[in-house]
């Protein structure tokens, strides 16, 4: 059977959703796999002409015409349909129920993992069912997640590469429409300007270059569109590279700022620091000098009485003398004259005397003596006895030696035997030698 657009409309209008019907028209369609191009057109079209349900129909053909042409290497139909798969997808799943959207999802997803279609066409399908998503679900969430090629699994453009995105895309779109037309248009013109090929008749040579000068300028218009694509992608590129080098620069100039400000506190710091350690220093010299002044004149080898603390005030322990508690004269009769006391500074100067001085000399009894006869024999009997012992002299001794001394002066004045015994005093005469 001759292959006619006719035929090929009928063979998609009688298509069905089930696999027989998908199955018998991919076969019929890849049989005449050298009129590719043409059925691509008309598929599109069709594809266009159709409700919703029609539409997953024939993106299921489309599906197995792709995966079949895969599987033989059979590569005709793969560059027919990447110019217009894209745009077909898009058509399909834009105004379709969610179910219908999910089984689209469902397809594409089975492309991207068997990889039938090229990276750039590929992304350029998915591209155009997020941006369908995006613009559907501005304030909803969609079913199932929304769609399997949106950033939901990642991060989202920046901001700032939002404005190309859509030239990056029409760049996918541009090297789609390119790879096809700029094909067959080489095809043609090699086979229409080949001197080995005879020449037809020239009605049909004219034909043959007329559709030969359509298919290059299909080929000139898609490279046309991708030059200018690529354009507008490098000046939104450029400006994005001018601001980031403006960017760049601010933020050098506030980078070397900050490195200087940083030095300056950490030598700041560092002044700070030494002044608190030579503070303490200073601190600890002086809490040792003040709290040990015997260890550092040790040190120096002298004693500093300047560093010497002062001596805590506290109350004397040595009992007063015994003339602050008790009376030094002894009571007197009225008209008597005072008598002379003993303090203790005067036992003092009498011991100082009794070491220091020599020892007086005592003269013999025997011994002629200046004194009257019995003046020292009186003299002791006339006077209390008293035991004296060396280093502790009686209290009051300096009274009672003045006291003899007086009544001496009178003994002398009168006969000093005369109250003596007769036998005595006879005796004491004998021995002075009748004196």
């Known amino acids: 059977m001759a292959y006619t657009d006719d035929q090929v409309r009928a063979k998609l209008s009688a298509l ?27 598929w599109l079209q069709r594809l266009k002409d159709s409700g919703a349900g029609k539409r997953l129909n024939l993106i299921y053909l ?40 999910a089984k689209l999802r469902r397809v594409v997803e089975v492309w991207r993992q068997r990889q039938i279609f090229e990276p750039t066409i590929q992304e350029a399908v998915e591209a155009r069912i997020s941006e369908l998503d995006k613009s559907r679900s501005s304030g909803r969430k969609p079913l199932l997640g929304g769609s399997l090629f949106s950033s939901s699994n990642g991060p989202s453009a920046p901001a700032e590469l939002q404005p190309l995105v859509p030239m990056q895309i029409a760049i996918s779109k541009a090297a789609i429409a390119i790879s096809g037309s700029v094909s067959n248009a080489n095809t043609e013109f090699d086979k229409l300007m080949d001197p080995q090929t ?9 034909a043959r270059l007329s559709a030969l000068l359509k298919s290059l300028a299909n080929a000139e218009g898609a490279v046309s569109e991708s030059i200018k694509a690529r354009q507008d992608l490098i000046g939104g590129l450029e400006k994005l590279l001018e601001t980031n080098r403006a960017t760049l620069a601010s933020e050098e100039t506030q980078y070397q700022e900050l490195v200087t400000r940083k030095t300056t506190v950490e030598a700041k710091k560092r002044d700070v620091e030494d002044g608190i350690m030579r503070g303490l ?36 322990l040595t009992p007063p003398p015994v003339e602050s508690l008790t009376p030094i004269e002894s009571p007197r009769r009225d008209g008597e004259a005072a008598i002379p006391t003993t303090t203790s500074a005067d036992i003092a100067q009498e011991q100082q005397q ?35 012992y060396a280093g502790s002299p009686t209290n009051g001794s300096a009274y009672k030696k003045r006291k003899v001394e007086a009544d001496f002066d009178d003994f002398i004045g009168g006969d000093a035997m005369a109250d003596l015994d007769e036998d005595v005093a006879e005796l004491l005469r004998a021995e002075s030698g009748g004196r």
């Open 354 to 388: 009794k070491y220091t001085e020599h020892a007086p000399i005592v003269p013999s009894p025997f011994a002629p003596a200046a004194t009257p006869a019995g003046f020292d024999l009186l003299s002791s009997l006339s006077m209390p006895t008293q035991h004296s």
């Open 62 to 101: 489309a599906n197995e015409v792709a995966q079949q042409s895969k599987a033989r290497k059979k590569d005709d139909f793969l560059i027919a349909f990447s110019p217009i798969i894209a745009e077909a997808t898009a058509t399909a799943y834009k105004g379709a129920t969610n179910e219908v959207q």
């Open 16 to 42: 069905n959703e089930t696999q027989e019907s998908i199955v018998t028209v991919a076969q019929w369609i890849m049989f005449h796999r050298r009129h590719a191009d043409r059925t691509g057109q008309l």
């Open 281 to 316: 220093s200073a601190d600890a010299s002086n809490a040792t000098i003040q709290g040990n002044p015997v260890t550092d004149a040790q040190s120096n080898g002298q004693h500093d009485p300047s560093t010497e603390p002062e001596r805590p005030q506290i109350e004397e």
């Open 198 to 206: 005879p020449a037809p008749t020239p009605p049909v040579h004219a």
